[in-house]
C-alpha cells in the first residue's frame, strides 16, 4: 500500500521542538497581522457587507482565475505558479495533518494511502515545481529585468530568496525521504521531481534526512512567521478585500450630506480617521507591484503623481494613528490626477486609488484650498451652471439652422437628447451634436432636447471636489429630468453619460441612460438607420476612459466604425479597457497642464504610429485634448479628429447627394 | 497685527444684469457675491496670515440684513471675525467712507485692505476717501503687498497708467487691490457652515452721528446696445482708409 509515514525518523523530543517553533512562527505571524488590524479599526467603521454569492464569485474570479493579475504576462504567469503552488502545498500539508491526529482515533494510515496518497504526491510534486519555477521567475523579475514600478528593498530579495530556499529544500527533503525509505523507491514515479532529487542522495542515512528536515522546518515557518511584515501581508488581506470590496461601482463616489457635515465637523478625507477601515486595510492588501504606476497618464506625462506612493505614503501614515493629516499628499499629486481609473483597473487587489483622491481633494476644497482656474470652473459652475461660463439662453445657438424640438410636456418622445454643456458651448462638440441630431433625424428618431434648461450634471464639480455643488446641480437636473417625465436620455459625452447613469440614482433620478454611440448601434441594429460602408480612409479609435474603461463599452463605437469604413479599423495597442488618457477628465480640462506635460501627446504619438488617416473619438473632451495634442506633434500630415457620428455623416453624405447648405455655414463638415 | 477687509455685497459678474420694464435692476435672477476686488483683498490678508505672522483679519460689510450672507463667506474664506453695518438706505463712497471711518476707529487696525473699485457701480473712490477722512497713507492698485520694517510698513507694488510704481506706506494705512495681486481661493459650501461659528458683531449706525448726506443721484439705468458686428476688408490700404475715415483713430 503507498504511503508514507509522517515524521519519519524524528523522535518524539524533536517533535516537541517542532511544534514548539511551530507556536512560535504563528505567534510572530498573527502579532504581525493583529497588529495591522489594530490600525484598520482607527478609521470609519466597516460598511455594510451584503450579497455574498456576487462577492464569493467575484473573490474566485480575482484569485484563481486570476482576472486582473494576467492582465500582465510574465508577472501573471509568475504569480500563478507561486500562488497555486503554495495554494495545492497548503492543503497538501492540511491533508497531512488530517492524517496525523486522525490516526489518534483511526489508527495509522487510515487516510493518506493508496492512490489518493498518489494522486496527493504528484500534484504536490508538480505544484511545487510551479513554486520553484515560480519563485525563481520573481527572483529573475526583480533582478535581471527591473521593473523601475516594482520598488527594491532588501527585505523583498530576501522573502523570495527564503521562499525559494524552503521550496527547494522541501524537494531536497522528498529525494531524501524517498532515499532512505526503501518502500517508497516502488511509487517514486509518482514523485517526479523529488526522485531527481533521490537518485543523487543514494546511501544516506536517516540521520541526513533528519538534517535536511531540519534545514527545511525552520525555512518554512520562517515564511510563516514573515508573512504580515512586508508586501507578502496581500496574502491574507487581499481576499478580503476582495471578498468585501464596496457595493458601488468604479467611478461612482460616496456622497455626503449637509446633514453628516453638521453633525461631524468633517468632509472629505482629511487625516487617516476619515477613511474607513475598508479603505485602511485595502492599503495593506497593496503588494507594491506598481501596476497603478506603470499605467497612470499623470505619471507618464512626467508629474509627480505617482498612485502607488500615494498608497504607500498613505499606509505609513496610517501607524500614525487617526489623527495623521493626508497633507502628506502634495498637492501637486493630488491636482494631477485625471481620474482616468487605469491604476483602478489594473489594481488585482481592488484598490480604489481615485476614490481616495477625490476624497482627499473634496477636504481640501472644502478647506479652502482650491485656487487657479480649476476655482474659476467652479465658480462659473456655481452662477451660470455650465463651466463655460456662459449663458443658458445660448445653449441652442448650436442649432440654430437645424429643426430642434424642445421637450413639450405634453409631447411624448422616444428619446431625450442630452447635449452637455461642451455640446452647447465647444465648438468641436457642437459639431458632434449636429452630426447625432442628422442621423437621428435620417432615422425619423422622434427626439427632444431641454435646450436653455440644461445644466452640467456636476461631473467636473464631483471630481474637483465641490460636493454640494455637484448635489445642487444634479438635483436640480432630476427635477427637470423628472417633470419631462424623461425615461431613455441620449448622451455624446462620457461624462455626463456616468454621471446621469451611475450616480444619479443616489439622488432618486433613475434614468435610461446610453451613450450615443450604443443609441447609434442599436438604430443600426434594428434596422432604422442605415449607414452605407463607403469611408475608404483608415481609421483608429480612441477609446474615452469613461466609457471604456469606467463602464465597459468598447463594442458598440467599434460596430459603428466598421459599418463606415471599408478598411477594417487600425487599432492602437492601449485600448478598450487599457486606454491611455487623453488628460482631460478629473476637471484636468479646466487645470492649466505645461505644453511638455500634457498626458494628450503621448496618446496624439501612438494614435498617430498607426498610420491612420482619422482618429475617431466619442467623447468631446478627448476630442479637444486628442485633437490639439496631434495638431502640436502631427505636423503636415497629422490625422484628422472627428467624432464617430461625424464619420458615420460623412459615410451617409458620401453617397448621398448634399443638401443645400444651411446660410450661415455654421457647423458644416469638412 | 490686525488687518480689516471691508467688503461689498454686489451681482455676479457672470450673471446678466437686466432691467425691468420701469427701468430698474432686475434683483429675481442676480446672484449675488463679493465684490471681486474686495475677495482679492481679503485672499491678500490671508496670505499674510499664512506666511506665519500673528495676524487678526475683520471683515466688514455695510448695508442691508441680506448683506450678511457675504460676510459669512468671508468668514469661510479666513476672515476672524465679522462686523456688520446695517444700513438700510442708498449709499455713495461718501457715506460708506464715512461709516468705514467709524468702523476703522472701533477696530484700530493697522492695515485696511479693500478692493480698489465696487464692480456694479465701479466708483473706485472709497479707498481713497476713507484715507482721506482718517488722515493715512494710502497706496492704491496693489499688484503685490510686501510687509516691510518689523511690520511697521508696507512696500506695495502699484499698477498705474505708467506701468508698475512700488511705494513704502507707514501703517495704518489704507490698501486697495488691483486684480494681478492673487487669485482667490474657492469657497466651498461646508467652509461656510463651519464659519457660522465665528462671532459677528452687529453694529447699529445710529452709534456713529450724523450720516452726510448721499451726494450721487441715479438719473436713469440703460443697458448697453448691443455690439455692432465687425466687417472684414479687403486689403491693408482699405483697412488704413477706414481706420483713417470712418474710425478716425488714425491721421
Same mark, same amino acid.
Given at each position: 500500500?503507498?504511503?508514507?509515514?509522517?515524521?519519519?525518523?524524528?523522535?518524539?523530543?524533536?517533535?516537541?521542538?517542532?511544534?514548539?517553533?511551530?507556536?512560535?512562527?504563528?505567534?510572530?505571524?498573527?502579532?504581525?497581522?493583529?497588529?495591522?488590524?489594530?490600525?484598520?479599526?482607527?478609521?470609519?467603521?466597516?460598511?455594510?457587507?451584503?450579497?455574498?454569492?456576487?462577492?464569493?464569485?467575484?473573490?474566485?474570479?480575482?484569485?484563481?482565475?486570476?482576472?486582473?493579475?494576467?492582465?500582465?504576462?510574465?508577472?501573471?504567469?509568475?504569480?500563478?505558479?507561486?500562488?497555486?503552488?503554495?495554494?495545492?502545498?497548503?492543503?497538501?500539508?492540511?491533508?497531512?495533518?488530517?492524517?496525523?491526529?486522525?490516526?489518534?482515533?483511526?489508527?495509522?494510515?487510515?487516510?493518506?494511502?493508496?492512490?489518493?496518497?498518489?494522486?496527493?504526491?504528484?500534484?504536490?510534486?508538480?505544484?511545487?515545481?510551479?513554486?520553484?519555477?515560480?519563485?525563481?521567475?520573481?527572483?529573475?523579475?526583480?533582478?535581471? #529585468?527591473?521593473?523601475?514600478?516594482?520598488?527594491?528593498?532588501?527585505?523583498?530579495?530576501?522573502?523570495?530568496?527564503?521562499? #525559494?530556499?524552503?521550496?527547494?529544500?522541501?524537494?531536497?527533503?522528498?529525494?531524501?525521504?524517498?532515499?532512505?525509505?526503501?518502500?517508497?523507491?516502488?511509487?517514486?514515479?509518482?514523485?517526479?521531481?523529488?526522485?531527481?532529487?533521490?537518485?543523487?542522495?543514494?546511501?544516506?542515512?536517516?540521520?541526513?534526512?533528519?538534517?535536511?528536515?531540519?534545514?527545511?522546518?525552520?525555512?518554512?515557518?520562517?515564511?510563516?512567521?514573515?508573512?504580515?511584515?512586508?508586501?507578502?501581508?496581500?496574502?491574507?488581506?487581499?481576499?478580503?478585500?476582495?471578498?468585501?470590496?464596496?457595493?458601488?461601482?468604479?467611478?461612482?463616489?460616496?456622497?455626503?450630506?449637509?446633514?453628516?457635515?453638521?453633525?461631524?465637523?468633517?468632509?472629505?478625507?482629511?487625516?487617516?480617521?476619515?477613511?474607513?477601515?475598508?479603505?485602511?486595510?485595502?492599503?495593506?492588501?497593496?503588494?507594491?507591484?506598481?501596476?497603478?504606476?506603470?499605467?497612470?497618464?499623470?505619471?507618464?506625462?512626467?508629474?509627480?503623481?505617482?498612485?502607488?506612493?500615494?498608497?504607500?505614503?498613505?499606509?505609513?501614515?496610517?501607524?500614525?494613528?487617526?489623527?495623521?493629516?493626508?497633507?502628506?499628499?502634495?498637492?501637486?499629486?493630488?491636482?494631477?490626477?485625471?481620474?482616468?481609473?487605469?491604476?483602478?483597473?489594473?489594481?488585482?487587489?481592488?484598490?480604489?486609488?481615485?476614490?481616495?483622491?477625490?476624497?482627499?481633494?473634496?477636504?481640501?476644497?472644502?478647506?479652502?484650498?482650491?485656487?487657479?482656474?480649476?476655482?474659476?470652473?467652479?465658480?462659473?459652475?456655481?452662477?451660470?451652471?455650465?463651466?463655460?461660463?456662459?449663458?443658458?439662453?445660448?445653449?441652442?445657438?448650436?442649432?440654430?439652422?437645424?429643426?430642434?424640438?424642445?421637450?413639450?410636456?405634453?409631447?411624448?418622445?422616444?428619446?431625450? #437628447?442630452?447635449?452637455?454643456?461642451?455640446?452647447?458651448?465647444?465648438?468641436?462638440?457642437?459639431?458632434?451634436?449636429?452630426?447625432?441630431?442628422?442621423?437621428?433625424?435620417?432615422?425619423?428618431?422622434?427626439?427632444?432636447?431641454?435646450?436653455?434648461?440644461?445644466?452640467?450634471?456636476?461631473?467636473?464639480?464631483?471630481?474637483?471636489?465641490?460636493?454640494?455643488?455637484?448635489?445642487?446641480?444634479?438635483?436640480?437636473?432630476?427635477?427637470?429630468?423628472?417633470?419631462?417625465?424623461?425615461?431613455?436620455?441620449?448622451?455624446?459625452?462620457?461624462?455626463?453619460?456616468?454621471?446621469?447613469?451611475?450616480?444619479?440614482?443616489?439622488?432618486?433620478?433613475?434614468?435610461?441612460?446610453?451613450?450615443?454611440?450604443?443609441?447609434?448601434?442599436?438604430?443600426?441594429?434594428?434596422?432604422?438607420?442605415?449607414?452605407?460602408?463607403?469611408?475608404?480612409?483608415?481609421?483608429?479609435?480612441?477609446?474615452?476612459? #469613461?466609457?471604456?474603461?469606467?463602464?465597459?463599452?468598447?463594442?458598440?463605437?467599434?460596430?459603428?466604425?466598421?459599418?463606415?469604413?471599408?478598411?477594417?479599423?487600425?487599432?492602437?495597442?492601449?485600448?478598450?479597457?487599457?486606454?491611455?488618457?487623453?488628460?482631460?477628465?478629473?476637471?484636468?480640462?479646466?487645470?492649466?497642464?505645461?505644453?511638455?506635460?500634457?498626458?494628450?501627446?503621448?496618446?496624439?504619438?501612438?494614435?498617430?504610429?498607426?498610420?491612420?488617416?482619422?482618429?475617431?473619438?466619442?467623447?468631446?473632451?478627448?476630442?479637444?485634448?486628442?485633437?490639439?495634442?496631434?495638431?502640436?506633434?502631427?505636423?503636415?500630415?497629422?490625422?484628422?479628429?472627428?467624432?464617430?457620428?461625424?464619420?458615420?455623416?460623412?459615410?451617409?453624405?458620401?453617397?448621398?447627394?448634399?443638401?443645400?447648405?444651411?446660410?450661415?455655414?455654421?457647423?458644416?463638415?469638412? | 497685527?490686525?488687518?480689516?477687509?471691508?467688503?461689498?455685497?454686489?451681482?455676479?459678474?457672470?450673471?446678466?444684469?437686466?432691467?425691468?420694464?420701469?427701468?430698474?435692476?432686475?434683483?429675481?435672477?442676480?446672484?449675488?457675491?463679493?465684490?471681486?476686488?474686495?475677495?482679492?483683498?481679503?485672499?491678500?490678508?490671508?496670505?499674510?496670515?499664512?506666511?506665519?505672522?500673528?495676524?487678526?483679519?475683520?471683515?466688514?460689510?455695510?448695508?442691508?440684513?441680506?448683506?450678511?450672507?457675504?460676510?459669512?463667506?468671508?468668514?469661510?474664506?479666513?476672515?476672524?471675525?465679522?462686523?456688520?453695518?446695517?444700513?438700510?438706505?442708498?449709499?455713495?463712497?461718501?457715506?460708506?467712507?464715512?461709516?468705514?471711518?467709524?468702523?476703522?476707529?472701533?477696530?484700530?487696525?493697522?492695515?485696511?485692505?479693500?478692493?480698489?473699485?465696487?464692480?456694479?457701480?465701479?466708483?473706485?473712490?472709497?479707498?481713497?476717501?476713507?484715507?482721506?477722512?482718517?488722515?493715512?497713507?494710502?497706496?492704491?492698485?496693489?499688484?503685490?503687498?510686501?510687509?516691510?520694517?518689523?511690520?511697521?510698513?508696507?512696500?506695495?507694488?502699484?499698477?498705474?497708467?505708467?506701468?508698475?510704481?512700488?511705494?513704502?506706506?507707514?501703517?495704518?494705512?489704507?490698501?486697495?487691490?488691483?486684480?494681478?495681486?492673487?487669485?482667490?481661493?474657492?469657497?466651498?459650501?461646508?467652509?461656510?457652515?463651519?464659519?457660522?461659528?465665528?462671532?459677528?458683531?452687529?453694529?447699529?449706525?445710529?452709534?456713529?452721528?450724523?450720516?452726510?448726506?448721499?451726494?450721487?443721484?441715479?438719473?436713469?439705468?440703460?443697458?448697453?446696445?448691443?455690439?455692432?458686428?465687425?466687417?472684414?476688408?479687403?486689403?491693408?490700404?482699405?483697412?488704413?482708409?477706414?481706420?483713417?475715415?470712418?474710425?478716425?483713430?488714425?491721421?
Amino acid at each position: 500500500m503507498p504511503t508514507r509515514t509522517i515524521f519519519f525518523h524524528i523522535s518524539p523530543t524533536m517533535q516537541v521542538v517542532f511544534y514548539l517553533l511551530s507556536l512560535l512562527s504563528l505567534i510572530v505571524c498573527g502579532w504581525g497581522f493583529v497588529r495591522r488590524m489594530k490600525l484598520w479599526r482607527n478609521g470609519l467603521p466597516f460598511p455594510k457587507v451584503t450579497d455574498w454569492p456576487k462577492r464569493i464569485k467575484s473573490l474566485a474570479d480575482q484569485m484563481f482565475a486570476h482576472r486582473r493579475i494576467r492582465r500582465r504576462s510574465y508577472a501573471g504567469k509568475m504569480h500563478a505558479l507561486i500562488f497555486f503552488g503554495m495554494f495545492v502545498l497548503f492543503i497538501g500539508t492540511n491533508i497531512v495533518a488530517v492524517e496525523h491526529y486522525g490516526a489518534l482515533i483511526f489508527g495509522e494510515h487510515w487516510l493518506y494511502k493508496g492512490s489518493f496518497y498518489l494522486l496527493c504526491k504528484i500534484t504536490l510534486d508538480l505544484f511545487g515545481a510551479g513554486l520553484l519555477i515560480g519563485t525563481a521567475l520573481a527572483l529573475i523579475r526583480r533582478y535581471v #529585468f527591473k521593473p523601475p514600478s516594482l520598488g527594491q528593498n532588501t527585505m523583498d530579495g530576501a522573502f523570495l530568496l527564503l521562499l #525559494f530556499a524552503a521550496t527547494l529544500t522541501g524537494f531536497l527533503l522528498e529525494g531524501a525521504g524517498i532515499a532512505v525509505d526503501p518502500k517508497r523507491l516502488a511509487f517514486a514515479g509518482f514523485s517526479p521531481v523529488g526522485s531527481l532529487f533521490s537518485n543523487e542522495m543514494h546511501g544516506i542515512t536517516t540521520g541526513t534526512y533528519a538534517l535536511i528536515w531540519w534545514i527545511h522546518i525552520p525555512l518554512v515557518l520562517s515564511v510563516i512567521a514573515a508573512l504580515p511584515y512586508g508586501r507578502w501581508l496581500h496574502l491574507f488581506v487581499a481576499p478580503i478585500t476582495i471578498i468585501t470590496q464596496p457595493d458601488r461601482s468604479m467611478g461612482v463616489l460616496e456622497p455626503v450630506t449637509m446633514a453628516q457635515v453638521e453633525e461631524t465637523g468633517r468632509v472629505g478625507l482629511g487625516n487617516i480617521g476619515d477613511l474607513n477601515s475598508w479603505e485602511l486595510m485595502s492599503f495593506d492588501g497593496c503588494m507594491e507591484c506598481g501596476r497603478c504606476t506603470d499605467v497612470c497618464p499623470a505619471n507618464a506625462a512626467g508629474k509627480q503623481l505617482n498612485p502607488k506612493n500615494i498608497i504607500l505614503d498613505l499606509r505609513k501614515l496610517m501607524a500614525h494613528g487617526a489623527s495623521a493629516s493626508t497633507d502628506v499628499i502634495s498637492d501637486e499629486s493630488l491636482w494631477a490626477c485625471t481620474n482616468c481609473h487605469a491604476c483602478v483597473r489594473e489594481c488585482p487587489t481592488l484598490i480604489r486609488h481615485v476614490d481616495i483622491i477625490d476624497g482627499i481633494r473634496r477636504f481640501r476644497v472644502a478647506e479652502g484650498r482650491l485656487f487657479g482656474p480649476a476655482a474659476t470652473a467652479l465658480r462659473q459652475l456655481s452662477s451660470r451652471e455650465n463651466p463655460w461660463g456662459l449663458p443658458a439662453s445660448q445653449r441652442l445657438d448650436w442649432a440654430k439652422d437645424l429643426d430642434i424640438p424642445l421637450v413639450q410636456a405634453d409631447t411624448e418622445v422616444e428619446v431625450l #437628447f442630452w447635449i452637455g454643456c461642451a455640446g452647447a458651448f465647444e465648438p468641436r462638440a457642437q459639431k458632434t451634436v449636429r452630426a447625432i441630431t442628422q442621423l437621428l433625424q435620417k432615422a425619423n428618431v422622434s427626439f427632444a432636447v431641454l435646450g436653455p434648461k440644461e445644466r452640467c450634471t456636476g461631473d467636473p464639480a464631483r471630481r474637483i471636489g465641490d460636493e454640494f455643488l455637484f448635489q445642487q446641480l444634479a438635483e436640480a437636473n432630476i427635477s427637470t429630468l423628472n417633470g419631462v417625465k424623461a425615461k431613455r436620455i441620449i448622451t455624446q459625452c462620457p461624462h455626463c453619460f456616468h454621471t446621469m447613469k451611475n450616480e444619479y440614482p443616489q439622488f432618486g433620478g433613475n434614468y435610461e441612460v446610453l451613450h450615443h454611440t450604443q443609441y447609434l448601434n442599436e438604430l443600426i441594429a434594428e434596422g432604422r438607420l442605415k449607414i452605407p460602408k463607403s469611408l475608404n480612409d483608415s481609421v483608429t479609435y480612441h477609446d474615452p476612459c #469613461f466609457l471604456a474603461r469606467v463602464n465597459g463599452e468598447t463594442e458598440a463605437p467599434r460596430n459603428l466604425l466598421n459599418s463606415t469604413s471599408l478598411i477594417p479599423l487600425t487599432e492602437v495597442d492601449r485600448r478598450e479597457s487599457k486606454t491611455f488618457c487623453c488628460g482631460a477628465g478629473g476637471g484636468r480640462m479646466w487645470m492649466d497642464d505645461s505644453p511638455n506635460e500634457r498626458p494628450g501627446l503621448k496618446r496624439a504619438e501612438e494614435l498617430i504610429a498607426t498610420g491612420a488617416k482619422t482618429v475617431a473619438v466619442g467623447c468631446p473632451f478627448c476630442k479637444v485634448m486628442v485633437g490639439d495634442s496631434i495638431a502640436q506633434v502631427g505636423g503636415e500630415t497629422a490625422p484628422q479628429v472627428l467624432d464617430i457620428a461625424e464619420l458615420m455623416l460623412k459615410a451617409v453624405q458620401a453617397l448621398t447627394p448634399r443638401p443645400p447648405l444651411p446660410k450661415t455655414g455654421a457647423g458644416e463638415l469638412e | 497685527m490686525k488687518i480689516l477687509v471691508p467688503i461689498k455685497r454686489v451681482p455676479d459678474p457672470y450673471g446678466r444684469i437686466r432691467l425691468t420694464s420701469d427701468g430698474s435692476i432686475d434683483a429675481s435672477d442676480i446672484k449675488w457675491v463679493i465684490n471681486p476686488f474686495d475677495e482679492i483683498a481679503l485672499e491678500e490678508a490671508v496670505r499674510i496670515r499664512e506666511q506665519g505672522a500673528e495676524v487678526e483679519i475683520v471683515a466688514v460689510i455695510i448695508g442691508e440684513a441680506v448683506c450678511e450672507e457675504q460676510l459669512r463667506t468671508a468668514l469661510a474664506m479666513g476672515a476672524d471675525r465679522g462686523i456688520f453695518v446695517e444700513f438700510n438706505s442708498p449709499a455713495d463712497p461718501g457715506i460708506i467712507s464715512f461709516l468705514l471711518a467709524a468702523v476703522f476707529k472701533s477696530v484700530n487696525p493697522d492695515i485696511v485692505l479693500m478692493g480698489k473699485q465696487g464692480i456694479d457701480d465701479d466708483f473706485s473712490q472709497t479707498g481713497q476717501r476713507l484715507a482721506a477722512r482718517l488722515n493715512l497713507p494710502q497706496a492704491t492698485f496693489a499688484s503685490k503687498i510686501e510687509i516691510v520694517s518689523n511690520g511697521s510698513a508696507a512696500r506695495v507694488a502699484r499698477e498705474v497708467d505708467a506701468g508698475r510704481e512700488t511705494l513704502e506706506v507707514k501703517l495704518p494705512a489704507v490698501i486697495t487691490t488691483d486684480l494681478r495681486l492673487n487669485e482667490p481661493r474657492y469657497v466651498a459650501l461646508p467652509a461656510i457652515i463651519k464659519a457660522r461659528s465665528k462671532p459677528v458683531n452687529r453694529v447699529n449706525t445710529s452709534e456713529y452721528g450724523s450720516i452726510p448726506a448721499l451726494q450721487i443721484s441715479v438719473i436713469k439705468r440703460e443697458v448697453p446696445l448691443p455690439r455692432k458686428g465687425g466687417r472684414k476688408v479687403g486689403s491693408v490700404d482699405e483697412l488704413i482708409t477706414a481706420l483713417r475715415d470712418e474710425a478716425k483713430v488714425i491721421a
